[in-house]
């Protein structure tokens, strides 16, 4: 490759190619890694599907941090649960087995995640406990391949995701391991040494990187200790500059405790992060359907679920913020997504299907919400014709009058929604803004139940 420079050029050209192939150009430290721009997928995407499967998915009690909260924190709903179902002696191991994933269909998983319009996912493929839902190398008799359901559950599922659909494959992964061994040595040691990093970490990330090419590393459990300890910076720079996924990949920010909210890729900051107000960087809503865990909870009652309403109303403050939305749901451990968490993603698909303009590939307007009327939230679009306005109402306006207070409307203005073939009229207020007047729709010609967009054209502003 940098013999046809090196014999038309000569020397000084020599050394440019060679620097352009070596491809060293991130360098480990923060200030050279965040200057790398995020791929442009990732903010024009706005929809992601998390999932949380595990070990912890067979108690599927409590939640996916069951492990710790049975062990380490000792909450007594969930020794009361030990004790009164299992034999004394029973240990969290036991459970691997019982991870059976019999009805797991990755072809199946593939379908319901296109048909809820996202656009990209974020797979689980190891959490605190430390079981690898592929079959590591690096894990002896902790791993998918070797005991519960004997398959590379993160492989069938990158192929299937790449064979189905054009959604972009992701994985989850955890720093840190609750009960490691060599973690806790390291731990004990004030991370002076790094075995755990050496030895579990570092070589397991890579591994999955070569291995299943995802275009987001979403990092967790980094918040005991500094990025220094888990050689977050080396990693990074291996990935954006020589890895197979370099041109593509995303990471967020969860790469050490004083890291998070300030470095890497989006920022998630928090879970369920949502500031309301717009953010500089771009980030990231990580939340989750059932409002009381990640992985899949069987005592989860009805009432415990978002409703499609309440994940319009996420995705709306979220994305007029400039960030995107990452929707949880826990598979059972026999490998079914339960019928609540299809019919969400379902619908989600369904008002997105309506409502989808004003949501991917969307910019932030210069107001994030309404100044007059609450639940009005905006996102923009360049278009041929100029920016369009879309807010997004998530309350049906008191006598079909939609009254907003942000816009700056022309002679040209012309408002619709989304879902509905006719121009609605609207005339300007007296202290500025504009009343929109909705028409009597009847019922069945309602494009969505849940929270309705209006586009509007031809604004000052
Ligand atoms: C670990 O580091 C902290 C803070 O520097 C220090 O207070 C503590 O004594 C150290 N502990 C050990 C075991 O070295
Ligand atoms: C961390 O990175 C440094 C610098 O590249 C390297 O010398 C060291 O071996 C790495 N340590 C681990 C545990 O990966
Ligand atoms: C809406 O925007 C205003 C600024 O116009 C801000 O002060 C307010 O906090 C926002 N409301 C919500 C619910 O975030
Ligand atoms: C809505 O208004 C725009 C701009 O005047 C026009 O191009 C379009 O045809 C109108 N749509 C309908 C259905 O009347």
Partial sequence: MNL????????????FCTLETSGAKYEPNWASLDSRPLPAWYDKSKIGIFIHW????VPSYSSEWFWYAWK???????????????PPDFTYADFAPMFTAEFYNSDQWAEIFKASGAKYIVFVSKH???????????SFNWNSGDVGPNRDIVGELA????????IHFGLYHSLFEWYHPLYEKDKANNYTTQDFVRTKTMPELYEIVNKYKPDVVWSDGDWETTDEYWNATQFLAWLYNESPVKDTVAVNDRWGKNIRCKHGGFLNCDDKYNPGVLQKRKWENAMTIDKFSWGYRRRANINDYLTLKDITKVIATTVSCGGNVLINIGPTHDGRIAPVFEERLKEMGQWLGVNGEAIYESIPWSHQNDTTTPDVWYTAKKTAQGTAVYAIVLTWPKANQLVLGAPSTSTTTVVSMLGYPSNFSWKPNPGGGMTVQIPVIPFDQIPSQDAWVFKIQGLKN
Avoid at 72 to 86: L, R, T
């Fill in 72 to 86: 380490g924190q000792k909450i007594p709903g969930v020794v009361d649960f030990m004790q009164k179902n299992y």
């Fill in 4 to 15: 046809p420079c090196i014999l038309a050029y000569g020397s000084f050209v020599l050394l």
């Fill in 159 to 166: 192929n299937s995701i790449r064979s189905k659909t054009d």
């Fill in 128 to 138: 605190h406990e430390g079981f690898c839902n592929w079959p590591s190398k690096y």
């Fill in 54 to 57: 595990g070990v912890f998915s």
